[in-house]
């Protein structure tokens, strides 16, 4: 029997960002008892939160808690806030951030959560290294949670179980009473930076998956991308000092299978109608939300060059994103690499 004392839950969170995450995670957190102030960029979603509890735009059919509040004003969120969670597209961070921590809004004992899975361009810094350069805090004061969290199969409560990560055990555990509901089961871990890389590369390896379903490929294709995809995630995370077993977790190989093999998943999406022969620009129309993995791609890619670890599933991705290789063509170049043991 465990005798790991309970930590208290924290009663008053912001989530900055009204995405279909964003909204899917404010629910869990009304759901399991705080009190939660959205902000949101755009009015019309604000008020829709507010004046009708349900975010059509990004969660159609879904309704709200009573707890789950919205605003434009980025102070009026703030306010009172113990724990603040960013749901902010990945490459905007820097700039929210920066404004937000001039103002002065991010109080000095405030539990800060990533719930992004990407890598900074240019920077090659993952979230939690974002928040931590532009805030100045502790980096034991900032948690990320991730795992396999499709937000429209959360948001409709259906069982699912997700990782807090952070340096520190104890804030760790109040993440996680925060958002423990009977679907939504938070485990913890103190592998920050596996947890995070995790999450960011399984991106690109579902706009493989993607791609390979427009090309009319099948499971064996599928199943082989994920597992490949998983051993040049892992080998960039070791190399990085991660603890290899983060990514047999639920942050790793659960995380992967259920954005490569799932149709809500943006990034698979995406890769669908690249695989079909669509432009760029032809399936970010058809996509409508911001998917991270186009322009992490090019970060990790950056990141694994200079840290000198192989990924070739992440090069040909790339390559068809931003340099207009065919799908098919990345497909031959992976399967004509020189043969190697596993």
């Not at 109080?107 to 928040?131: A, D, F």
């Not at 890389?197 to 199943?223: E, P, Q, R, S």
Request: charged share 20%.
């Amino acid at each position: 029997m465990s005798t790991r004392k309970k930590i208290a839950a924290y009663k008053r969170v912001a989530v900055l960002g009204a995405g279909s995450w964003g909204t899917a995670f404010a629910k869990v957190l009304g759901d399991a008892g705080a009190e939660v102030m959205i902000w949101a960029r755009r009015p019309e979603v604000a008020d829709a939160i507010r004046t009708k509890h349900a975010n059509p735009e990004y969660l159609p059919g879904v309704v709200l808690p009573d707890r789950v509040g919205a605003t434009t004003d980025a102070a009026t969120a703030f306010a009172g806030a113990d724990l603040l969670v960013f749901a902010v597209p990945s490459q905007t961070l820097r700039e929210n951030l920066s404004g937000w921590a001039s103002a002065g809004l991010i109080g000095t004992q405030t539990t800060l959560v990533s719930l992004m899975k990407g890598i900074e361009l240019g920077t090659g810094r993952r979230m939690s290294e974002v928040i931590v350069e532009v805030t100045g805090v502790e980096p034991d004061r900032v948690a990320v949670v991730t795992g396999p969290n499709l937000a429209p199969e959360i948001a409709l409560g259906q069982p699912t179980a997700c990782v807090v990560a952070c340096d520190d055990e104890e804030r760790a555990a109040a993440v996680q009473s925060t958002i423990f509901t009977p679907y939504f089961r938070p485990y913890t871990n103190d592998d920050l930076l596996g947890c995070e890389l995790g999450g960011a590369v399984k991106n690109v390896i579902a706009l493989a998956c993607g791609m390979a379903v427009g090309m009319g490929l099948g499971d064996n294709t599928k199943a082989a991308l994920i597992t490949r995809g998983l051993a040049e995630t892992a080998r960039l995370g070791v190399r990085l000092g991660a603890d290899p077993l983060t990514f047999a977790g639920l942050a790793g190989l659960g995380d992967l299978v259920g954005t490569c093999m799932s149709p809500l998943s943006r990034n698979r999406t995406f890769g669908v109608h690249l695989g079909r022969g669509e432009s760029l620009e032809e399936a970010q129309i058809a996509t409508r939300q911001t998917v991270e993995g186009v322009k992490s791609c090019l970060a990790i890619r950056d990141l694994a060059r200079g840290h000198g670890v192989e990924m070739p599933i992440t090069e040909q991705v790339e390559l068809v994103c931003h340099e207009g290789l065919a799908p098919s063509v990345a497909v031959a170049a992976l399967m004509t690499r020189e043969p190697k043991p596993e």
